[in-house]
């Protein structure tokens, strides 16, 4: 089976619309591989912080986000991120490492290092790429694009349980703060900026629960792959 012969799902949205634990739903359901683009950027920015490179070394960042040795693997408890072997799922969901990310998505150098990467991630029997330019720039001729969003409130409301659950002080206004500071950096970039990809399916998950939207997205998947 070639790549191109390879069915791929892309769904992209900003931060706390529900990708990631959709992903992992729809890619469990299918048994496609999954790839979490947002945590290569978390990767780098946490692999950059352990080097000590500065956010102003684009060449440096590109350098170190080209060498990055990951692995996505879905278990029980949800997804495993390991780099170089070691467990680092919990470290990259950090908000510091959020913004950090965010920050070097921006950069061209590190954008082009990470694209061939990412493509390489397409392996039978398919693939469920999530992130913020699946549609648009990485996977251009997915037959299955969505674009998921929900408003701000809701998605500071889940990242707020979510933090809670893992023992993390955190606070609602905050946490709206932050979001809307990472849509408005992720929007205005210059090099592949959030936005749908013409063709995609949007879907509003604010008022939807976790097993509403993995099954709209499987009825998708039937119908178009």
């Known amino acids: 089976m070639t790549s191109k012969s390879i069915p791929v799902i892309t769904i992209d949205g900003p931060g706390g619309a529900g990708k990631g634990t959709i992903a992992q739903q729809v890619a469990s359901e299918l048994g496609f591989h999954i790839l979490d683009s947002g945590s290569l950027y978390r990767l780098t920015a946490?692999?950059?912080?352990?080097?000590?490179?500065?956010?102003?070394?684009e060449s440096a960042l590109a350098e170190r986000a080209l060498n990055l040795e990951v692995v996505f693997q879905l278990m029980d408890?949800?997804?495993?991120?390991?780099?170089?072997?070691?467990?680092?799922?919990?470290?990259?969901?950090?908000?510091e490492m959020g913004m950090r990310a965010s920050k070097i998505a921006a950069m061209?150098?590190?954008?082009?290092?990470?694209?061939?990467?990412?493509?390489?991630?397409l392996l039978a029997p398919g693939l469920l790429a999530d992130g913020r330019d699946m549609g648009t720039t990485v996977f251009p001729g997915a037959p299955l694009k969505i674009f998921m969003t929900a408003s701000v409130e809701q998605r500071a409301e889940?990242?707020?349980?979510?933090?809670?659950?893992?023992?993390?002080?955190?606070?609602?206004?905050?946490?709206?703060?932050?979001l809307t500071a990472r849509d408005?950096?992720?929007?205005?970039?210059?090099?592949?900026?959030?936005?749908?990809a013409e063709e995609a399916i949007l879907l509003d998950t604010t008022h939807l629960s976790?097993?509403?939207?993995?099954?709209?997205?499987?009825?998708?998947?039937?119908?178009?792959l």
């Open 210 to 224: 976790i097993s509403q939207v993995t099954q709209q997205v499987l009825e998708l998947a039937k119908q178009r």
């Open 108 to 121: 061209p150098m590190v954008r082009e290092a990470l694209l061939q990467r990412q493509r390489d991630f």
């Open 184 to 196: 408005k950096q992720d929007t205005n970039r210059a090099v592949s900026p959030l936005k749908p």
């Open 77 to 95: 408890a949800g997804l495993q991120i390991l780099l170089r072997g070691e467990d680092v799922s919990e470290a990259v969901r950090s908000e």
């Open 46 to 57: 946490l692999a950059s912080e352990k080097d000590h490179i500065e956010l102003t070394a």
């Open 158 to 178: 889940r990242r707020y349980k979510q933090l809670k659950d893992k023992g993390i002080n955190a606070s609602i206004p905050a946490l709206v703060a932050d």
